[in-house]
């Protein structure tokens, strides 16, 4: 069964050091998307990082990066020079193509930035 | 401006009344999304749509029914069946292809049933 799980309930981290937030998925799907989406207090959901089954390379976007381990089937979000603005809820999320495009979510992380 | 929206972004239901959530895109989308977020939890899927006159049941789609007539419009509508319909509900939509794009959400409505 597909499944995308965040182990991580709430992260705490010091303003302007790096923090790394855990995803893990199962699919025996060998065609997959998987995204990273910062959700904060409004409600809004916002796209950040983008990586496919397929990508040889890790993906980075400004202070996002995306810590891709195929084998072990983990998406791990790392974001560095943690600013007080990235205190939101983190959603992992998968999308798989021989399944009509399902886009799932795992459960979140709720990051919290110390000044 | 191309998005999405999500009306009402506030809605009261009485307990055994339906209610329909509007979700429009101007995105030339061909899916779309339904979900469903209870305080401090993740999204559930409901239902999705892939193209027109056509859609799946979610993880979640019990008590809920949806339409896709229209490429750009993809409603929701909570049912009485839905034992426990409090929640905030996210409509995204997303193109298709490859390399893969992200999917683009609306402002969310909560619904509360009274």
């Known amino acids: 069964a597909q499944k995308i799980t965040q182990t991580q309930p709430g992260m705490f981290v010091q303003e302007k050091e790096a923090v790394t937030l855990d995803c893990t998925y199962d699919?025996?799907?060998?065609?997959?998307?998987l995204f990273w989406y910062k959700q904060p207090s409004s409600g809004e959901m916002i796209f950040l990082i983008y990586?496919?089954?397929?990508?040889?390379q890790n993906a980075t976007e400004g202070r996002y990066s995306l810590n891709f381990q195929k084998a072990r089937k983990s998406a791990n979000l790392v974001i560095s020079a943690s600013q007080l603005g990235d205190s939101a809820m983190y959603f992992c999320?998968?999308?798989?193509?021989?399944?009509?495009?399902?886009?799932?979510f795992g459960q979140g992380t709720e990051l919290s930035v110390k000044p | 401006d191309g998005g999405i929206t999500q009306s009402p972004k506030y809605l009261f239901r009485k307990e055994g009344q339906n209610v329909t959530l509007s979700c429009e895109q101007n995105?030339?989308?061909?899916?779309m999304y339904w979900y469903r977020q209870d305080p401090g939890q993740g999204l559930r899927l409901i239902y999705y749509?892939?193209?027109?006159?056509?859609?799946q049941k979610g993880d979640i789609a019990e008590g809920y029914s949806v339409s896709r007539e229209k490429k750009e419009s993809f409603p929701l509508t909570v049912t009485s069946a839905q034992k426990n319909p409090t929640a905030f509900y996210l409509c995204?939509?997303?193109?298709?292809?490859?390399?893969?794009?992200?999917?683009?959400f609306g402002q969310g409505t909560r619904l509360t049933v009274v």
């Open positions: 995204a939509s997303k193109g298709q292809g490859l390399p893969d794009t992200e999917a683009f």
């Open positions: 699919t025996s799907d060998p065609s997959y998307g």
């Open positions: 990586q496919g089954s397929y990508d040889q």
């Open positions: 999320a998968m999308r798989f193509y021989n399944q009509g495009g399902k886009l799932i």
């Open positions: 995105l030339n989308h061909d899916a």
């Open positions: 749509s892939q193209i027109v006159n056509d859609f």
